[in-house]
């Protein structure tokens, strides 16, 4: 992937593990250290998973070890940035709908309606976007931050108390969504009342009933068990979950060349294996949450009932726009360049539209698109 040296992310391997082996013979050429790498998740979600990943490689080809730090052990999301950016750790999991509020562009990848829905077309974006890859990282090292991968986790579904067939649905509903401002205004022009919060207050708050609504990939909505909270789970296709892996820039610049190859083939093969865990993860994760709880009714909106999601997606558009002038009219102008590059590249993805038919899996009634077990 071209996380860390740009465009063409050059297949290396070869002659990285070359390097590598050379620093092994050559002991004391690289002295060991202690890599701390913060992710936003739990060690078996699918931040966890990549980190673990990425700690093996390392740790198997060099002396250095990677001790990861799960949700909560260092704080919140803001707080693990911080963190990052001061250098007190090396790596970091940061996921743009926090870290938008930091780097206003990040918020593209927050615009509903914008990201590929194949998930061959998004890996392949993620890994080949100059956009992301070249312009965003350089906004990344502006706030200290090396941007060393950037990956999807799976589309986002909302998780309600009550049913959403329409923004009218989400009238007086207190929506949670993360921090960044283009999440506030997407659901408030979605209809709901968006209401930001760090995700340790998420659960409890619908718990409490202060909020009614989240919005989350099934992966996360399972384990975090965001089904026992909420009742409805509808696909609005309108984003998938992008997240980031970043480290301190000036850690990073200090790091031997050998050192930097290591960490490129560390998130090449993390990068490569978490494309291919996810295959069939939201099918699973599904299948148990209805075991968990039969009772959930889970909705696929067709793509009549999108459309005034979709239109009111013109208006978040806008205020991308608004908030991030020049500079994010021109990410926004590369990133659709770069997924139509994309979808050329990978070719006839069946990306985008739901029909009728496709909508209706077995476990959901035909007539309203839903199901409760
Ligand atoms: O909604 C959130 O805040 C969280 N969602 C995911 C999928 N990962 C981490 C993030 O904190």
Redesign the pocket.
Known sequence: MTGIFGTTRKRILSTALATTAVMALSAGAASAAEWKYAI??AIDEV?GVYATKFKEYVEANSDHTVSIFP?GTLGE?ADTTELAQMGAIQFVDL?P?FTGSLIPELQVFLLPYTLPEDPEVLADFYETSDTINEDLAALYENQQLKLIDMFP?GEVVMTTKEPVESPEDLGGVKFRV?TTPLLVETYNAFGATATPLP?GE?FGALQLNMIQGQE??MF?VESTKMYEVTDYITFTGHNT?T?AVAANLSFYEGLSEEDKTLVQEAADQAYDYIIDYQKGLEEEALAKIQEAKPSITVTRLTDEQREPFRQAAEQVRQKYVEMTGDSGQAVLEGFEEDIEASKARVGGGSDGETTEASESSSDMEDSGETSSN
């Open positions: 936003e998740e931040q949700f999301s996921s709908g986790e993360m995700w998420v989350n990939p996360f979950f997240t």
